[in-house]
């Protein structure tokens, strides 16, 4: 809420500046540390099965105590922390300084899911990963924050076998699109219709010799 920026992310950095979850009652009711699916599945029990939700033109939510970031770290922390989500809801008429927000849990983006080798190496030959793309690496969840850790850990780590294997394998003598017509040639043939637009199928953007 407001429903303008319904889906929108309220970055987990104002949890880390010192803003509470509390419910209609002005409780707080988790731990400020909890993993994403603890967070999720606390703020769902309080808007359900206990009732402490806050009513919205979209539902039940619960309180995000934003001003109380300025109470901890004095005047004018959060323009300097957390300038875009000021600008955010002030275009609404919220100033978060001055009053909590309402949240929720949503699915923002799908993140996750590559299986990777220490070496960052995926299941396709020549193909590496790092960063929210990839899964495993904190477990079933992780703690807020550490996305920016594991990309530049695993980053680096990507970054440095790509390189030395990339020296190990010979450079074709000349590149072509040949392998995405035989692809979409396989896909007709076997009437797999599909409507999906990626920039590494589109025939377009090869350069043609003149």
């Given at each position: 809420y407001p429903e303008q920026i319904f889906g929108a992310l309220v970055t987990e950095k104002v949890?880390?500046?010192?803003a509470k979850l509390v419910n209609i009652d002005g409780e707080v009711f988790m731990h400020p540390l909890e993993t994403r699916d603890v967070t999720a599945a606390s703020i769902i029990r309080e808007c359900t099965a206990r009732n402490k939700g806050i009513?919205?033109?979209?539902?039940?939510?619960i309180w995000l105590d934003t001003p109380m970031i300025e109470l901890i770290h004095g005047e004018g922390t959060i323009e300097k922390r957390i300038p875009a989500m000021?600008?955010?809801?002030?275009?609404?008429?919220?100033d978060i300084r001055k009053e909590p927000i309402l949240v929720y849990p949503t699915l923002h983006y799908q993140n996750g899911g590559l299986d990777i080798t220490d070496d960052c190496a995926t299941g396709v030959e020549n193909l590496?990963?790092?960063?929210?793309?990839?899964?495993?690496?904190h477990g079933r969840n992780r703690l807020m924050g550490n996305s920016l850790l594991d990309v530049i850990v695993?980053?680096?780590n990507a970054g440095i076998y790509a390189a030395?294997?990339?020296?190990?394998t010979a450079t074709p003598e000349k590149l072509t699109l040949e392998h995405i017509n035989k692809f979409n040639k396989e896909l007709e043939e076997c009437g797999a219709a599909t409507q999906t637009v990626s920039p590494m199928l589109l025939p377009h953007y090869a350069r043609k010799d003149r």
């Open positions: 949890r880390s500046l010192g009513e919205t033109n979209l539902g039940k939510a000021l600008r955010m809801f002030g275009k609404y008429g919220i590496y990963a790092a960063g929210e793309v990839a899964g495993g690496i695993f980053g680096r030395a294997k990339a020296k190990e």
